[in-house]
């Protein structure tokens, strides 16, 4: 079916012929989101110029979701709402998930979109019939898939994977200052009990020092292998490139490529979001770069870097079918393992590992940890992050041990995160942990010896 009105016309036709695939047929005038009676904001074509409304069920994921993503959802989203705004609108993505499923074409969701060409941005193509029987408007989509565990393990932290063994990697976060001593002595009392160390980068869109010089000044000083976390959000395919170019000639070998937290929730909430690649387009661009020596436009480059490749992962989504299916694209695309947002309740953990396994999963997961440096601290994860669920019975004993004296709470924390590790070694397929106490990393040791890790 094709359409004669611009972006909300293709809209209504999908909602009332959901079975039949619907085409804008021309251009729209209509540019930006249009207010409509009661000050709600209704969908309006973007003039992208690539139009792939009929291979997302007829939503657009260009105006639909918050940070235009070709492949989302991004990792923002609980009971189907978008984070850019207060989890207020709905996650488009979710929605052209629901959409595909109910028209039995889930398959299409897996697949990977390159990027757009943006020399078409306010241009939009004129389709005629023949473009709209060919499909010659849509983004190109891959088919490729990347075998897990073919690419050779170029870092410490893949070798010990692939041999089988339970690892443990940490984090530590550069904040607003050149100076890298406090960097430092994080990964000093981490180095003898992890395999690796992430490095974050402007977490939760706070402008901190690039995560590459203390990656690097890490592996130099302390010996111990980094992971280079890099989002999406802060720069175009270029300037992704040439860090990727740059770690690989610092000696990095993982990275950890993100979507990134939108800029609304940092302290620059006025800077532009870049998301010029999202977190799929970019992994794939990695796996082109480490296997084949080229970049997105073919463009060869010299002594490629050698990296294994991480990515992330929100057990606690909701819904989470969505996620499970945006992971196994993540595979597709050539992710070799996966870290995951703080858990706490080992029910939570088995449920999902069980639905990846039985989604196609194949790659490692590690389950992400986070002590509780102060009760403040686990009040405000618990009212103010979606999804985080701490079981009532693990805040209770917190609260009490704190009422007694710090160090009562210390060791509680130790007592509670030790036997979670325990049960996640013994009871689970997960591959390891990912420790994640920012400010609190001193007492990783202790929590690990109990743990007997």
Known sequence: MVSLACGIGVQVLNEVFPQVQTF?????????????????????????????????????PVTMCAKGLLNGPCGGFFEGKCEVGGWVNDCGWVKIFDRLKELGKLDIFTKIRLPKDYRDMQNPRKLSLAEVATKKAIPEVIDEVKEPGKRPAYSELMKKIRRGEFVVTGEVEPV???????????????????????????????????????????QEKTGVEAVYQMVARDRNRLALVSDLLAAGALGIKNILALSGDTTTMGDNPGARKVWDLDVTQFIYMISRIVDEGVDLAENKIQNPPKFNIGSSANPCATPLEPEIYKLVRKQNAGAEFLQTNSLYDIEIIKHFLSECRSAGLKIPILIGITPFKSVKMMDWLVKYVPGVVVPDEIQEKLRKAREKSKEAFVDKNIEIFSELCREIRKTTPAAGIHMMAIGFEWVVPRILKEAGL
Request: aromatic share 8%; proline share 5%; charged share 20%.
């Open 24 to 60: 804008p047929g021309n251009d729209t005038v209509f540019n930006g989101m249009q207010p409509k009676e009661g000050g709600v904001f209704e969908e309006r074509c973007l003039s992208c110029g690539s139009c792939m409304l009929g291979e997302t069920g007829g939503i657009c």
């Open 176 to 218: 607003k200052t050149t100076d890298l001593t406090e960097v430092l002595e994080a990964a000093e009392s981490l180095k003898d009990y992890v395999t690796a160390i992430n490095v974050t980068d402007n977490p939760t869109a706070f402008a901190y020092m690039n995560a590459l010089i203390p990656s690097y000044t890490i």
